[in-house]
């Protein structure tokens, strides 16, 4: 799908599209925390609009995607159509909520999307304009979208990955997760056998901004080679921290390879078996 906008945006260019009557700039960690929000900003939650939580985290994991109709129904609340140009921040360090909703927004088919890089902490700290309140959004026709357009990947495709030695499985959580030495939240402290590590927070710099395209893209080249995208599959422990690495594949100029939705968590609770140290 073409797309010659950076996925990135810096402080100074979102100001320079402040006036855009198309700019819809999104809060992606608005649910979570107090003011200040930057000005202009529309909220939207991670576990209301972004996922579909069913009763039982083995069908889906923490942060099922919803449906495409179910996403369609929230661009549209957003105010946002086929013609907006979206901006996305968040809070946390790197943007993982941003960079799940950049994925979504990507995957059914959206022209011009991208992250504030660094976050509201950077824009704040080069005092970009605060406020108190969220805008409250115009809503527009559900998005004409009718499916997902980048690549997901089933349990049973990480299942059968998991025995090939020409698939690549990137677990991007934190080093002690994969190894086992702690599990906070899943079931199995560990990692899906034939899984590599390599920790989102690399993707970023001591400033908290994403690396520079050429660094990124010399450090993914040098993981993954020049093997098709079809063959590596990205997850995380729920199926959002691994959007942050695909953000940074994207914003390196590479192909957007497989999202595990599901992740660890699905894993853990279906059977799958773990590792338990850096093997």
Same mark, same amino acid.
């Given at each position: ?24 700039? =999104? *809060? %992606? ?8 929000? $930057?000005?202009?900003?529309?909220? #939207?939650?991670?576990? /209301? +609009? ?89 809503? =527009? *026709? %559900? ?8 690549? $997901?990947?089933?349990?049973?495709? #990480?299942?059968?990955? /998991? +025995? ?90 590479? *192909? ?24």
């Amino acid at each position: 799908m073409p797309n010659t906008l950076s996925p990135l945006v810096s402080t100074t260019e979102l100001r320079a599209l402040q006036h855009n009557k198309d700019l819809i700039l =999104v *809060d %992606a960690g608005a649910q979570k925390r107090k003011p200040p929000f $930057l000005e202009g900003a529309v909220g #939207v939650d991670l576990e /209301t +609009q972004l996922s579909d939580i069913k009763a039982d985290a083995a069908q889906g994991g923490r942060h099922p995607l919803p449906t495409v109709a179910q996403f369609a129904r929230v661009l549209g609340n957003l105010g946002i159509g086929p013609n907006s140009h979206v901006v996305i921040y968040d809070d946390m360090r790197g943007g993982n909520a941003a960079a799940r909703f950049w994925w979504m927004l990507t995957a059914v088919g959206h022209p011009k999307v991208q992250v504030l890089n660094g976050g509201a902490q950077q824009a704040i700290q080069e005092g970009y304009p605060q406020t108190d309140r969220l805008r409250t959004p115009t809503a =527009v *026709d %559900a998005y004409p979208t009718t499916d997902w357009q980048l690549p $997901l990947a089933t349990m049973a495709e #990480v299942e059968q990955a /998991t +025995q090939s030695q020409d698939q690549i499985i990137i677990d991007v959580r934190e080093a002690k997760r994969y190894a086992g030495e702690f599990e906070p939240i899943d079931l199995l402290a560990g990692h899906i056998p034939n899984a590599i590590n390599v920790p989102f927070q690399d993707n970023l710099g001591e400033d908290g901004r994403f690396k520079s395209a050429a660094e990124l893209r010399q450090k993914y080249r040098a993981i993954l080679g020049n093997v098709p995208k079809d063959t590596i599959t990205v997850h995380c422990g729920s199926g959002v921290t691994a959007c942050h690495t695909l953000l940074a594949l994207a914003h390196a100029g590479m *192909d957007i390879p497989k999202l595990y939705v599901g992740s660890c968590i699905v894993c853990s609770r279906n059977e799958l078996p773990f590792l338990v140290g850096n093997s």
